[in-house]
């Protein structure tokens, strides 16, 4: 396909191996790390020791899903509220996951509103996340990972680090 396409490959890789050599080049290079690659249709979590890729593991979560999940009917006190995709993709990009649950994001959309709409698959994503690294210390008999970090397109989502923080 790619000599069809006129193009000479050196290589062909995948993200998380590609990660290995970015881990590799951290200063706070720790024994057991993980990262969370938020794609638009789909994420992986993948867990390394030393910068070597030891578990992967496909999570039931995208950026597209959290836009999704705030597309319909808002009930706000000044009534009904139609959010369309293109809406629920600037409110998230613009706001992120709010942390202030009293603070009017706009107009008449409260962080309330948007926090009860994405919770639910906030919440699935933390309890994926836990449990992943719950099976990776039973089967490895190593220790969780010491740190998470956060790639890929859903990595510049506002207060999601804090988010998952907090729930971790």
């Known amino acids: 396909i790619a000599t069809a396409c006129g193009l000479a490959p050196i290589k062909v890789s995948s993200s998380v191996f590609n ?6 080049l951290l200063s706070a290079n720790l024994e057991i790390s993980a ?11 993948s867990i390394y020791q030393k910068s070597k890729l030891t578990f992967v593991r496909n999570l039931n979560f995208s950026y597209s899903k ?16 139609e959010i369309n995709t293109q809406k629920a993709d600037e ?24 926090v009860s709409l994405i919770r639910p698959l906030l919440e699935t994503v933390a309890k994926e996340l836990s449990r992943s690294f ?15 970090y956060i790639t890929g397109g859903g990595a510049n989502l506002k ?6 923080a907090s729930a971790l």
Not at 35 to 45: E, P
Not at 91 to 114: C, N, Y
């Open 19 to 24: 990660y290995c050599g970015t881990l590799n």
């Open 35 to 45: 990262i969370l690659d938020i794609g638009h249709t789909h994420s992986q979590v």
């Open 66 to 81: 959290l836009t999704a999940s705030l597309v319909g009917a808002l009930i706000t006190d000044s009534g009904k509220l």
């Open 91 to 114: 409110l998230l990009r613009k706001f992120g996951i709010p942390l202030d649950e009293s603070q009017v994001l706009e107009g008449s959309i409260k962080a309330s509103h948007i």
């Open 134 to 148: 719950e099976y990776f210390k039973s089967e490895s008999g190593l220790d969780m990972p010491q740190v998470l």
């Open 159 to 164: 207060n999601f680090d804090s988010y998952l």
